[in-house]
C-alpha cells in the first residue's frame, strides 16, 4: 500500500518553496508531507500531495525536474518511544530506513513518510507488526 512522493531539486534562494507552494495551490494541489534539506546551492525538497499524478503534470508543465517514488505512510504511537514501533520491526529485519518526516494536519494521528531501501520487505514487517499503514486514503485526510 505505498504512496506516491514526489522530490523536486530547486535553486535555495528566497521564493523557490513559494512558487512550488503558489503553482500547486492554485491548480488546487494540497501539500499533505513535506521535507526540504538544503545544501549551499540546491534545496531537496519531498512532497506528497492530495493528488500527485495531477501534481507531477503540473510540476512539470511549469518546469520543474520532478523524481518520483514510492513511499510508506506509517501511523506511529503518540507516545514516548512511539517511533520505535516503527523503526525496531525494521531494523530487526536489516531495513534501511533513508528518511522520514511528518504529515501535517492529520488531526489525532501522527502520520510519518517513511522511504525504506525495500519497500515490499518493509511493508510486509510493519503489517506483521500491527504498525497500521496508510495508502491512498492519506490523500483525503
Given at each position: 500500500m505505498p504512496i506516491k512522493q514526489i522530490s523536486i531539486s530547486l535553486?535555495?534562494?528566497?521564493?523557490?518553496?513559494s512558487e512550488v507552494s503558489e503553482i500547486l495551490g492554485k491548480n488546487g494541489i494540497n501539500i499533505i508531507a513535506i521535507s526540504v534539506v538544503d545544501a549551499a546551492d540546491i534545496s531537496s525538497i519531498?512532497?506528497?500531495?492530495?493528488?500527485?499524478?495531477?501534481a507531477m503534470e503540473i510540476l512539470k508543465s511549469n518546469h520543474?525536474?520532478?523524481?518520483p517514488a514510492?513511499?510508506?505512510a506509517a501511523e506511529a504511537p503518540h507516545h514516548p518511544g512511539g517511533l520505535n514501533a516503527i523503526l525496531k520491526p525494521l531494523k530487526e529485519k536489516n531495513i534501511n530506513v533513508s528518511y522520514l518526516y511528518p504529515c501535517?494536519?492529520?488531526?489525532?494521528?501522527?502520520?510519518?513518510?517513511?522511504?525504506?531501501d525495500n519497500l515490499e520487505e518493509a511493508e510486509e514487517v510493519l503489517?506483521?507488526?500491527?504498525?497500521?499503514?496508510?495508502?491512498?486514503?492519506l490523500y483525503n485526510l
Open positions: 535553486e535555495n534562494v528566497p521564493g523557490k518553496l519531498r512532497i506528497v500531495a492530495n493528488d500527485p499524478d495531477k520543474y525536474i520532478i523524481h514510492d513511499v510508506l501535517l494536519g492529520t488531526k489525532d494521528k501522527t502520520v510519518l513518510i517513511v522511504g525504506v503489517k506483521q507488526n500491527w504498525v497500521k499503514l496508510i495508502g491512498e486514503e
